[in-house]
């Protein structure tokens, strides 16, 4: 990077001449020789970091996956023998497909995406940074994004109204209402800060609006020194784990934590383990009548097996080269839930026709066709071409029409079973996936008495606290805007009358998530199916709450131009949102009635929807059976109304003169879904949705007022907060205290905690510490929002730590029956006096004294969560000790100062007997290294003590560098202030 130099001055006359200080030299890059030149088809002419030429050098970068080289590119060009090494670029080019992998790998990306939830709390950090820097008389200014950001709004958005041509509009509305305070402290951060840009709400979901806008092939610099334009491919790591999706065109990126974001984007590469790499081949091509969703939910099964937690996947051969930009996307998106870093397509002919298909320019197009072919990285590898660590296969003509659930993504049912499948669950206990009902149960149903007064979510506007802006409030008809929307939902919810409910019933229909919206094939089959079961006369009962969410405009527009909408709309299938909504667990309340219905009876109800997560409480907190599907059958299903009902075989409801339809009527053909693929890629119509994000963003956005300058001052809000991770900062860290000494147990968890348990993104109870907060500062029920629209406020954020309502803590002794209580309470210590794990942990505190966290396999598994991690370090929560973890969320509790520790072999807290009224001391070594033994010494009631060998799970060098910083926040700040 050229460095700033001032002139050095004249000299005085009279005074002693002084001799001018040469500028240090900048060194030379290590591998200068590789920077070489390309052409376009245009015979424009760009340089680059070349790895044809680096594999003069090392041979071995030919035989490399094709998403290794990307990253060895990086690694290449931003070569400064400081952050990275030419040592750093051998060991990458020499990659090996089955080493040990003890290397970490210093990864620059070229920009970074966040999504609304977790773009706040980052913003909230980064304005608190520059408090810091101001406070300690330096230019806040030194605070800055050293790399492009964008925003996406996307996660606020719920469905309030739905089944309605009103319903947008409408929850557009109250999204506004809630959420004003956020909207204006982003738009403070777009005027503060040059690189940080904001997609309004409205335009789509973060990962689709990437693929379909953000991502624009190849980026370029120019090179200050000589003057030319250097190309570098497009990679990055966004605040969401989804954010693998854009692997789909050959954008090598994935989902990092709010705290490794905000590091990648001041500068500091991201770093992680040399992966190993799992090469998957596609054979053969899918069958008609099979999704890509069928697809996906097929290869999520199929790696699941192979065990691919922190690997990259990279897709290969023939099979690869039939699937459509799309289909590829989808599978990359569903990345986490096959546990990989990665699912990444290479950039081929596919590629290219995506991105003329969805309005990039001919110079972007050219620029980044010639950049790929010049780089030998152009096409996907064929069988035997590249080396990877180990190779699966998969016949595409052998995927069948599945869904996956009813409680996790990996377990995938194929059509014709998910009758049996439910009907066997319901009566299995918890431990094998089931319901724990009494069979005989399975087929009552219960009367359900409609309420008199239409509903709508009970969640309004937030209150304001004291003096904060409320200039927004939208007045129609001389009423608040809020007040007019839900009167207007008097007209809008559908008619429902009595009805009855019973198990396996659907209550929840949703079109949503990117997964499947940014894919033109299935929502253009969701419209034909449609179509031809309203002409059939098939109908959807008016209590299954339906909705159409898609990931972007466009879809909208080419459902519309393909005649496709308005068949939809009669299923009750109308937009309600361009968002996130049930994939995120936005599907708004059920009607009271019902979810007394269901509580009362304890029934297992289901929802169908096209997304990508079906975790427990996810969805709904009352409905225990979450179906994963294709966007045609969650329009079948909620013909059906039951999953109980075998689509396969038995039709799906009467038509016209009662005849019987069977799916197989209605379904669409391939022919008929390519006939109207015409409509969906239409360049023109991409560019000019997306040119409106600048000149159109929306009125209710334009009138949200932000804070100016370049320090925020924090307005009062019980949403935004200054965070506390820099109070007492100093310059220099302090004297490191390694390992925990006489902690005590606030948590003793089973398998699979996910980051939802830890700091759940939905409903904030009443009767809980962030509800008792929230009332104590004037906030009302009805205006409690969620804990993901209130990221920006740690008050409540601490207080919702493992706040979840399925939470089970371990530690509290089983009921009679087996049961075990579900929410976030623990036993203190030693009174063993049951309370929330909030005030046990601020009494802890109080005292001095310590915490850890047991828990089982996959701990932290699920959406990339800052809080999850900020929330356990505020509950002074000193290390968490598991069987095993997701990659974000181990290296988010590093990043926050928390010690992730792993047990051994065989060892679990169970195996060992822990019941969480001991007394643990953690030792580590002297000299802390990474992923060295540990001992953690547990001192019984009795006395007596034990000692367990433990993994420490700091992986890397630069984690050991964070963990003695306190963290990776006071870390990144110590270097960009000194
Ligand atoms: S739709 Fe679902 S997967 Fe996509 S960004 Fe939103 S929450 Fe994530």
């Known amino acids: 990077m050229p460095t700033h130099v001032a002139k050095p001055a004249k000299p005085a006359k009279l005074v002693k001449p002084v001799k001018p200080v040469k500028p240090a030299k900048t060194p030379a890059h290590a591998f200068a020789k590789t920077r070489k030149a390309f052409k376009t088809a245009s015979g424009k002419q760009g340089q680059l970091w070349s790895l044809p030429a680096l594999a003069k050098t090392f041979p071995n970068v030919n035989r490399l996956p094709v998403s290794i080289r990307i990253v060895l590119e990086s690694v290449l060009r931003n070569c400064d023998g400081k952050k990275v090494t030419k040592e750093h670029v051998a060991e990458l080019a020499n990659w090996q497909p089955n080493a040990a992998r003890t290397n970490e790998i210093p990864f620059v990306v070229a920009r970074v995406v966040l999504q609304d939830f977790t773009g706040v709390p980052l913003l909230a950090d980064l304005a608190a940074m520059r408090n810091m820097a101001a406070a300690m008389g330096k230019n806040p200014k030194a605070i800055e994004p050293l790399v492009p950001v964008d925003l996406v709004v996307d996660h606020s958005i719920m469905i309030d109204h739905f089944g309605d041509k009103r319903s947008l509009d409408l929850n557009m509305k109250l999204e506004f209402q809630r959420n004003q305070e956020r909207y204006q402290f982003m738009k403070w951060g777009m005027q503060a800060f040059d690189t940080f840009g904001v997609v309004p709400p409205g335009f789509g979901i973060v990962h689709q609006v990437n693929l379909e806008y953000l991502a624009r092939g190849v980026h370029k610099a120019r090179d200050k020194a000589t003057k030319e334009t250097v190309y570098y491919p497009d990679s990055l790591v966004g605040t969401d784990s989804h954010t693998t999706m854009i692997n789909g065109i050959g954008v090598v990126g994935w989902g990092v934590g709010g705290i490794e974001a905000e590091a990648g984007m001041l500068g500091q590469p991201v770093y992680f383990l040399t992966p190993d790499v799992v090469g998957f081949e596609f054979t053969g091509r899918l069958r008609e009548g099979v999704t890509a969703t069928d697809l996906v939910l097929t290869v999520t099964e199929i790696l699941r097996r192979e065990k691919v937690v922190g690997k990259f996947v990279e897709f290969f051969g023939e099979g690869t080269s039939s699937l459509a930009l799309p289909d590829r996307a989808t599978i990359g998106n569903m990345a986490p839930e096959y546990g990989a870093t990665m699912g990444f397509f290479p950039v081929d002919d596919k590629t290219i026709e995506y991105f003329n298909g969805t309005g990039r320019t001919k110079a972007e197009i050219e620029a980044f066709e010639a950049y790929f072919k010049a780089q030998h990285l152009f096409g996907a590898p064929r069988a035997g071409e590249v080396d990877y660590t180990r190779v699966v296969t998969l016949d595409l003509g052998s995927v069948t029409p599945s869904l996956a659930g009813p409680k996790r993504p990996q377990d995938r049912i194929e059509l014709g079973n998910v009758k049996q499948q439910f009907t066997s669950l319901f009566s299995l206990p918890p431990t094998e996936n089931g319901f724990n009902q009494p069979a005989a149960l399975l087929h009552t149903r219960h009367v359900v008495r409609a309420h008199e007064a239409p509903q709508t979510t009970p969640r309004a506007a937030p209150a304001a606290a004291p003096g904060a802006a409320r200039d927004v409030v939208e007045m129609v008809g001389g009423r608040p805007l809020l007040e007019a929307a839900q009167s207007e939902a008097a007209s809008v919810q559908p008619e429902v009358g009595d009805t009855s409910l019973g198990n396996g019933d659907v209550l929840i229909a949703a079109i949503t998530s990117c997964t499947n919206t940014s894919n033109p094939s299935v929502m253009m089959a969701a419209g034909l199916l449609a179509k031809k079961a309203v002409e059939a006369g098939l109908k959807v009962a008016p209590h299954i709450k339906t909705s159409l969410a898609p990931g972007s405009r466009i879809v909208t527009e080419y459902l519309t131009k393909a005649g496709l909408l308005p068949y939809l709309e009669k299923l009750g299938f109308n937009v309600a949102a361009y968002g996130c909504t049930t994939c995120i667990g936005n599907a708004g309340d059920l009607r009271p009635e019902f979810n007394e219905a269901i509580t009362k009876n304890d029934l297992v109800c289901a929802a169908v929807l096209s997304g990508n997560r079906n975790f427990e409480a996810r969805i709904h907190p009352n409905l225990k059976a979450n179906f994963l599907c294709s966007p045609p059958l969650v329009v079948a299903y909620a013909i059906a109304g039951t999953v109980l009902k075998d689509v396969m075989t038995e039709p799906l409801g009467k038509g016209k003169r009662g005849r019987d339809v069977y799916l ?139 706040a979840n309502v399925r939470i089970k803590n371990l530690m509290i002794p089983a009921a009679a029956d087996g049961s075990r209580e579900e929410g976030g309470v623990t036993l203190f210590q030693p009174s063993q006096e049951k309370m929330f794990i909030f005030e046990a942990a601020m009494k802890y505190m109080a005292t001095g004294t310590p915490t850890i966290v047991f828990g089982g396999e996959e701990y932290g598994t699920g959406s990339s969560r800052d809080w999850a991690a900020k929330g356990t370090q505020l509950l002074g929560i000193k290390a968490v000790v598991a069987r095993s973890f997701e990659r974000i969320h181990r290296s988010n509790l590093v990043g926050m100062g928390v010690l992730p520790l792993q047990f051994k072999g065989s060892d679990s807290w169970q195996s060992l007997g822990i019941r969480g009224d001991e007394v643990f001391s953690i030792r580590l070594a002297a000299t802390i290294a990474p992923q060295q033994d540990a001992t953690l010494v547990i001192t019984g009631a009795d006395g007596r003590s034990r000692e367990v060998v433990l993994l420490l799970r700091i992986d890397t060098p630069i984690e050991v560098d964070y963990y003695r910083h306190g963290g990776i926040l006071p870390f990144v700040l110590r270097q960009l202030l000194a």
Not at 676 to 687: P, Y
Not at 696 to 725: C, H, M, N
Request: net charge neutral; charged share 20%.
């Open 664 to 802: 197989g009527d209605i379904w669409p053909s391939s022919d008929e879904v390519h006939a109207v693929m015409k409509f969906a890629m239409n360049g023109k119509a991409f560019r000019a949705n997306y040119d409106k994000v600048a000149s159109e963003p929306g009125k209710l956005w334009e009138k949200i007022k932000g804070v100016t300058g370049q320090v925020y001052d924090w307005p009062g809000s019980t949403y935004i907060a200054r965070p506390p991770f820099f109070d007492g900062f100093t310059m220099e860290p302090a004297p490191l205290v390694a390992g925990v000494t006489g902690a005590r147990a606030i948590g003793l968890f089973g398998d699979s905690i996910t980051t939802d348990h830890i700091s759940p993104a939905g409903s904030i109870k009443e009767d809980s510490p962030a509800g008792h907060w929230l009332k104590s500062h004037g906030v009302q029920k009805a205006d409690f929002n969620s804990y993901g629209s209130r990221r920006g406020h740690h008050d409540v954020m601490v207080r919702g730590t493992f």
